[in-house]
């Protein structure tokens, strides 16, 4: 059990609370300086993640790459040990201490330390990182919304940061290294099972939506490569021809729906997921037992039957069949598992495929067995993948509650909370870099409609 430092004092945070007495407590102002130097040709790209800090652009992947700027003289250079912010999202943490020397767009601020002498790059990372910084950052943040925020920097300037000695700041980070290198392990065991859980599920669904529940049986050549072989007694169609496109207006009682990438449908809620209008205009009706094909995440199995009524995008087709709608989705996400929409269609962005075009989407091919084969492989695949998603959400609950643990962990030993001085530290092996593969492998939006964390310019 940590103990609490004894000696304490009133900080001159705009939020109450008490620092060590002989930390030292000064303006952003004091121990960085703001700078722009534009760019050295032949250096290193580099970008800021919400939840990474500052990385090699080479390193990102997923949705929140942003493009770059074909025109790259006017980006910064960053040293290593440089804080850097991003000018409309650093309200929202999307912030760090650079470790590497490079260039990031002109969208970013980047501020070089007035002594590095008195301060540790690893400690001032964890330490603007955390929550109680970046609220600072929020009151420095002009404009409203959820979605971007510009820093206006005479107020940035006096975002109040207590730093404490430099020999104490290298034994917090070598205490925090070590607890939080325990939990980023856990973490990164933990996603590897939640992929291989998916991986199973993927393939249960191609392979049930595909050959069906009798075994033995024969088959015949599809016209269709991406098909390959079809049950003998199976048709072969168009969406057009086994789906309906519907068209609801929407009711005052409708609630948004999001149609994710995992191949469901639930409320929005209070989450931060898509961007919402104020107009209806922008919305259709949806009931419940409705099958929706996002038009522009197909390629990602954003396909689902919705268990709600409610309203969504009109991005989304919302669609009725006489065939059951839950082996058509199982059918459909087959295909984006198999990558066939990525092969049939172009996108308006990069990673997607576009079949926002009802005419577009109609044309893609299906499989249809006997209306009672089509029941008993849903009721299986039901079975299995309910299953395998108790396992996901068990696993996922594990990660969120180590996620809480470690953002505590960090504040508590970068405010002051806790006294880890006198910690005796163990041997332990730095498998940092295993975990950031772990990490960047898992960088895909979950969901569809998320709101980019990058902002260029």
């Not at 430099?166 to 856990?186: A, P, S, T």
């Not at 050549?221 to 929407?250: A, F, H, M, Q, T």
């Not at 005052?252 to 205009?281: A, Q, T």
């Not at 067995?369 to 029941?375: A, G, I, K």
């Amino acid at each position: 059990m940590l103990s609490p430092y004894k000696d304490l004092r009133k900080s001159a945070s705009p939020f109450s609370r008490s620092i060590p007495a002989h930390w030292q407590e000064k303006k952003l102002s004091q121990w960085y300086q703001l700078k722009s130097i534009q760019n050295n040709d032949g250096e290193e790209l580099l970008s800021v993640y919400l939840n990474r800090g500052v990385i090699r652009y080479s390193d990102s992947t997923g949705t929140q790459v942003h493009k770059l700027s074909e025109d790259l003289s006017k980006y910064q250079l960053v040293e290593p040990g440089d804080f850097v912010l991003n000018n409309q999202q650093a309200w929202r943490g999307s912030v760090g201490i650079s470790k590497y020397r490079g260039i990031i767009s002109p969208a970013y601020y980047v501020w070089e330390p007035r002594s590095k002498e008195t301060l540790n790059p690893e400690f001032m990372n964890y330490m603007v990182r955390d929550r109680g910084v970046i609220d600072q950052f929020v009151l420095a943040s002009k404009g409203v919304g959820s979605i971007q925020r510009q820093i206006y920097v005479p107020y940035m300037k006096e975002t109040v940061l207590a730093v404490p000695p430099l020999r104490e700041q290298i034994k917090i980070v070598d205490y925090l290294n070590w607890k939080i290198g325990e939990m980023d392990r856990f973490v990164a065991k933990t996603k590897r099972e939640i992929r291989r859980l998916k991986e199973l599920k993927e393939s249960m669904i191609c392979y049930y939506s595909l050959n069906g529940t009798v075994a033995n049986r024969d088959y015949y050549d599809s016209e269709y490569p991406w098909i390959g072989k079809v049950p003998v007694g199976w048709k072969e169609s168009k969406v057009r021809n086994v789906l309906r496109k519907l068209s609801y207006d929407v009711r005052p009682e409708d609630e948004l729906l999001i149609c994710s990438n995992s191949g469901k449908v639930f409320f929005r809620g209070d989450s931060k997921l898509g961007l919402v209008s104020d107009s209806d205009k922008s919305y259709q009706g949806v009931r419940k037992g409705d099958l929706l094909i996002h038009g522009m995440d197909t390629w990602h199995g954003a396909i689902a039957v919705s268990p709600f009524d409610g309203k969504c995008t009109t991005v989304v087709h919302v669609c009725d069949s006489t065939e059951n709608k839950s082996y058509l989705a199982y059918y459909l996400q087959t295909l984006a598992y198999k990558k066939v929409y990525k092969k049939i269609s172009s996108g308006v962005r990069e990673n997607t495929s576009d079949f926002r075009s009802w005419a577009k989407a109609g044309d893609i091919n299906v499989v249809i067995p006997s209306r009672t084969e089509q029941d008993e492989i849903v009721s299986l695949l039901d079975n299995k993948c309910g299953q395998i998603d108790v396992l996901i959400d068990k696993l996922n609950s594990e990660i969120l509650l180590i996620e809480e643990l470690k953002a505590v962990t960090i504040s508590d030993v970068v405010t002051g909370k806790v006294d880890v001085r006198d910690v005796e530290i163990p041997e332990y092996e730095d498998e940092s870099s295993d975990i950031d593969d772990d990490v960047s492998e898992d960088e895909d939006s979950e969901e569809d409609e998320t709101v980019d964390e990058e902002v260029d310019e």
